[in-house]
């Protein structure tokens, strides 16, 4: 399993996009769908069959869960702040275990996707249509 850092990261920017746009509509499925479709991209650019596109997409998800995680954790920050000692702690385990569930939201899903992606990848490349490569490369 190779790590495919611009399917990664290209999957990384549609999950902030999708998650964004379609958690402002519906919340939960919002942000579990830009997880979905951006692990789907992931694996898909990836391809290689659908043990890297799980890889890759998992990786995409994890990224997506982290930079999540690190987002709520400042949000913990300044409501620990205004709270004084007491809810300091209580925001800091808080956005801890919020965090996990967020990073688990993103990566597990991404990665099922992702293998998704892998696996409609090696189906074009087993009918004999090779995918258009970017020109420049």
């Known amino acids: 399993m190779d790590t495919n850092w611009r399917a990664v990261i290209l999957g990384f920017a549609v999950m902030i ?6 958690g402002l509509g519906l919340p939960v499925v919002g942000v579990v769908g830009g997880g979905v479709v951006g692990g789907l991209v992931a694996g ?12 890759n997409g998992l990786v995409a998800g994890a990224l997506g869960g982290i930079v999540s995680a690190v987002l709520l954790a400042l949000l913990g920050a300044l409501v620990g702040a205004v709270a004084g000692p007491l809810g300091s702690l ?9 965090g996990v569930v967020v990073a688990l939201l993103y990566a597990v899903p991404s990665g099922i996707a992702g293998g998704l992606g892998g696996l409609l990848r090696g189906a074009v490349r087993r009918r004999g249509v ?3 490569e970017p020109v420049g490369r």
Do not use: H, I, K, Q
Not at 44 to 55: E, H, K, P, Q
Not at 90 to 98: H, K, P, T, Y
């Open 44 to 55: 898909y650019l990836a391809g290689n069959g659908v043990g890297n596109g799980v890889w």
């Open 130 to 132: 090779e995918p258009v």
């Open 90 to 98: 209580f925001a800091g385990v808080s956005v801890l275990v919020v």
């Open 17 to 22: 996009v999708v998650g964004t746009l379609g």
